[in-house]
Nanobody
Framework: VQLQASGGGLVQPGGSLRLSCAAS????????MGWYRQAPGKQRELVAV???????NYADSVKGRFTISRDNAKNTMYLQMNSLKPEDTAVYYC??????????????WGQGTQLTVSS
């Protein structure tokens, strides 16, 4: 199963951006989908996660500013980021786990997309 992340770029502080992550391959069901980020010199951290049932959790640092959503029919996840701050600058990775058509489980990572928040 492959994940393709897109939508990163350069944004001014206070700006907005939307990331997308599409899962493809021999998918029977996608369970949890999540966004992680890794800033230079720091460990990768969870940003937000959404289950197949729609339960959502956010890191405290992004609550009220970021919104995660998913389209189960398209196996696609989104991250709407508003009121961006310089400290949001990082490489953003998407992650998904689920079941393949051969009934094996999978956990996959996208390739990462760079977000830079700077004036």
């Amino acid at each position: 199963v492959q994940l393709q992340a897109s939508g990163g770029g350069l944004v001014q502080p206070g700006g907005s951006l939307r990331l997308s992550c599409a899962a493809s391959g021999s998918i029977f069901k996608v369970n949890d989908m999540g966004w992680y980020r890794q800033a230079p010199g720091k460990q990768r951290e969870l940003v937000a996660v959404v289950t197949s049932g729609g339960s959502i959790n956010y890191a405290d640092s992004v609550k009220g500013r970021f919104t995660i959503s998913r389209d189960n029919a398209k196996n696609t996840m989104y991250l709407q980021m508003n009121s961006l701050k310089p400290e949001d600058t990082a490489v953003y990775y998407c992650n998904a786990d689920g079941i393949k058509t051969d009934w094996r489980t999978f956990t996959s990572w996208g390739q990462g997309t760079q977000l830079t928040v700077s004036s």
